[in-house]
Structures are given as C-alpha cells and as structure tokens.
C-alpha cells in the first residue's frame, strides 16, 4: 500500500518502521496497523478540518479548556485562527484524555505519543493476535454480557470521578480483548462539571452500554446505573470503588423526567429489535 504522508513522516523520523495495513477509516480519522521495532502497534490519523464537520461539535467542546484568554476570543468570534485553534484542540483532547484515563485506571489503549497530528498506540488484539472485535460483533453468554456491564459501570465511573464522560459510549467503541473490553474513541470527551448537556451524555453512554449488553442479560435492562452515577457525582460522593447498586429513586417532578425515560426506552427497544433479528437470522441459516 502507499504510505499516507502523515505516516511517512513518522517513518522518516525514526517513530515508526513501517505501516503494514490500514485498520479503519471514519469520519474523523483514519487508522493503521504500523511496526515499531519488534512492536506492532496502531496509528490514528486525524482528518483535517476540511475533509470534516464541525457539525454538532459545539455541544463537545463546551467546557474544554483552550491555552489562554487570545484563543478563547478567536474561537468565539470564528476567525481563522480560532478555527485552527478549535481544530488543534479537537486533535489534543484524546491524546490528553487517553493519559489522564490510563493514570486513573481506565482500560484503554495505552498511548505512546502524539506526533504531527498522528496519535501512536496499543493495538488491541484478540487471542489470535489479529485485531480486537467490537463489543457489538461479538456473541456473549448471560455471564459474560453481565460481568462486562459490571467492568464497564466501573470504567465509566473511573472516567467521572476525573471529570470526564466519553461523550459518544456505544458497543461500537468498546473493542473485546482477552483481558476484558477496552474502551477507544475519544476525541469527542466531555467536561462533566463543564458541560451543560453532560448529565445527558452520561445517561446516553451508560444507556447504550446497558442496551447493548441487556440482550444478553434482560435483567440489566431494569437498572438505572447512569442516574445513580450522576446523583453521586453531584453530590461530591462518587468515589472509583463507589459500590453501585443499578437502582435510583426517580423524581417524578423533574421536567425533563419523561424525556429521559423515552431516550432509554428507546435505546432498550432498539437492543431488543437487533437481538430478534439476529435470532431470526440465526433460524434461517
């Protein structure tokens, strides 16, 4: 394959040896399968500005923290600079957030550095060696889909108790390795204490985890482990060990109460609807 120029800058400064494959191309990056040394590891290029929309961003960055007072001014009003500032801290917030996570205990893909736009890190794999599935590509028993939700709840309170939500939490972007799920995809992180829709965004990460996982274990279905996450975390009481219980006494006077319930809802619907036709699909072959 034809090295993209962004990789053959890295080879060129002795980061990387060589790229053997591409692994995935999405709307924000695009990753490949690269060596360094005897390590066979994963590189994430991010797409430029042009080649993106910074459609539906807004709601990510608010609350992040940009260098000083000259760069909040000119992403406020827009200008070209603040565009390439707003771009430049688009591309740091998953380096950044990768460190922080990894130091609080989070599994994730260890990060080994950030160079020119390129983030390099752990390639996660399975137990063959070939690259991690999806949490949604995978078949699990009853046990399993709830022994990943309990490693998960405990992931996604690790990422809170640091002042971070993942932003964008789905099957979709936890990979399964022998060792357990590992979180990846993060450049959209959240602030959770500054961020207006943070509440939102937790109920919707911890949601489609549950969704996801709740058909192969019904029961998850029934718990409420976002609420209870979140009425701990304002309350100053959420701790990384903070024993979780799944259940929260709504209060049926929020205006928003009946919001949140269909959102859910939702999701759970939707989890049912994919499992019926997987098993559909299973009763045809």
Known sequence: MKTPAALQALI??????????????????S?????SGEDVRCA??????AQRSFQQRVQYQEGRKVRGSREMRAIGKATKYGRKQQETAWKNAEVEAL??????????????????????MELVVDADGHSAPRLGEVELSHDQACGFHRFLMRQVVKMLCIGLIHGDLSEYNVLVAPDGPVIIDLPQVVSAAGNNA????????????????????????ETWYGEEMWALFEAGALRPD????????????????????HAINDAREEALIRQQGREAAAQEV
């Open 12 to 29: 060129d400064y002795g980061v990387i040896d060589a790229v053997l494959r591409p692994l995935k191309s999405g709307k924000e990056a």
């Open 31 to 35: 990753v490949y399968v690269v060596r």
């Open 44 to 49: 994430k290029v991010y797409k430029d500005m």
């Open 99 to 120: 460190y922080q996570l990894r130091d609080a205990g989070v599994r994730v893909p260890e990060p080994y550095g950030y160079f020119h736009g390129v983030l390099v």
């Open 198 to 221: 943070a509440r939102t965004m937790l109920l919707r990460d911890v949601n489609n985890l549950t969704a996801s996982l709740g058909a192969w274990a019904p029961e998850l279905l």
């Open 242 to 261: 903070s024993e979780l219980t799944g259940e929260f006494a709504h209060d049926e006077s929020a205006p928003d109460i009946d919001g949140v319930r």
